[in-house]
Every structure is written in C-alpha cells, then in structure tokens.
C-alpha cells in the first residue's frame, strides 16, 4: 500500500479465499435457502425480539451505496397505535389507487396475486419497517447538497434486509402503497426523507397462504458471453 492511500484512510482488505468446492456448495445452499423465501399476507402477532431487527438493519446497511453515503433510515415500528394510524392511512390511499388511478395493465397482473385495498399485514405483523431514501445530506460546512444514486442504494439495501430476514426465519413483505408522503407525516420524518417501503416482519400466519408461482428460468433472465 502506498502512502498516498494511507493519507485517504485506505486499510488493507480482508479477503479469506475458500477452497473451490466449498464456494460451490456455500453457493447451492445459500440458492436453496433463498429459493425457499416466499412472500405472504398474512402474518401471525407472535412476538419478535428487537435485536433480530436491529441485525436484519445492521445488516443491510451493509450494502454499497453512491460515495458511501449510505443514504437511508429503517423506521421500525412496533407500537399498535402507531402501526393503526399507518394502516388507517395506507387504506385509504389503496381505496383511492384501486378505483381512480390504477390503469388496467397494471390491475392485470395484480389480479392472480388477490391484493385489494386491505392491508391488515400493518396491524398483524408485530414489526413494520418502513426504509426511507434520503435524497440530500448536510455537509460539514452546513450546506445541503444531493445524495448520489439513493434509489439503486436503496434497493440494494433492502434486498440485503429481505435476505437477512429468510436467514433468521422470518418472513417480510414489500409493499408500496401509493403515494407514500403521510409516512412522512406520521413518522415526523425530514423533508429529504422519501419513504421507498413498507415491510411488515414477522413470523408467517398458521393458515398463511401465498399465490401458486414460478421463477423465471435461468435461461429467462440471464445472458452469458465466454
């Protein structure tokens, strides 16, 4: 290492190289175990212990972002009342989405899933994360300028969380109600601050079911050039 990179704060990488049938069988399993993750709707109130959600955040502030700015905020909520003003907000908006703004194309495909404008997930998960994108930060010399490439960050950030969720045994659910802007309001969040989604985590409810789906193949959705 040179001692440029010593002035820039540069320390050497930690890199463990593994033998090669040991990357192969860590990759097939950790495919298995995902493979396994299925979203649902219906979620049980059990119990879930804070520190398992402090490490699913922990560990998607992991992921890369634009110049390390790591520009997000997990808002995790399991206060009842808190999560009833959420809900009663978020129907409203769905009522509004589906009878006035959702184009066939999009109702289309939502159709096979059966989601309607009841979100009872909100209520019944006993954890809601809402992950905001922070779209400015303040710079030491009190100036506000933009952040750099907060959405793919973001969506990088939160599929670590969705991982990270399945590892432990849990199961989330991504959902996007339209528009978002009174989580904003009811989380007394800044102005910069633009909810992306709404997770409820939790155990699966006991009668949990989930919609009869494929994954696209291999073949589908890759292309390889060797």
């Known amino acids: 290492m040179g001692e ?28 298995e175990q995902m493979d396994a993750r299925r979203t649902t709707r219906h979620f049980s109130n059990r119990e879930v212990p804070r520190e398992l959600i402090e490490l699913a955040i922990k560990t998607a502030s992991t992921a890369p972002s634009g110049a390390h700015l790591q520009p997000w ?3 995790a909520i399991s206060n009842p009342e808190v999560k009833a003003q959420i809900r009663e ?8 989405t589906y009878s006035e703004r959702m184009p066939e194309a ?29 779209s400015k930060r303040l710079r030491d010399n009190e100036e506000w300028s933009p952040t750099y490439y ?10 670590l969380f969705i991982a990270a969720i399945h590892n432990m045994g849990l199961t989330t659910l991504t959902h996007t109600p339209s528009p978002m802007g009174f989580l904003r309001e009811i989380l007394g969040r800044s102005d910069h601050e633009h909810a992306m989604l709404l997770m409820p ?19 589908n959705i ?3 050039f060797e």
């Open 4 to 31: 440029g990179d010593e002035e820039l704060g540069f320390i050497e990488l930690v890199f463990d190289e593994l033998p090669a049938d040991e990357m192969l069988s860590r990759a097939r399993a950790f495919y």
């Open 73 to 75: 905020t997990f808002v």
């Open 89 to 96: 907000a978020a129907e409203a908006e769905e009522r509004k």
């Open 106 to 134: 999009w109702a289309e495909v939502l159709r096979p899933l059966g989601t309607d404008a009841v979100k009872e997930h909100i209520t019944d998960a006993p954890w809601v994360i809402i992950l905001f994108r922070q």
């Open 150 to 159: 907060s959405q793919e960050s973001c969506g990088i950030a939160a599929g």
């Open 201 to 219: 985590v939790g155990f699966p409810a006991d009668e949990a079911k989930v919609p009869n789906l494929d994954r696209k193949s291999l073949e």
């Open 222 to 224: 890759s292309k390889f």
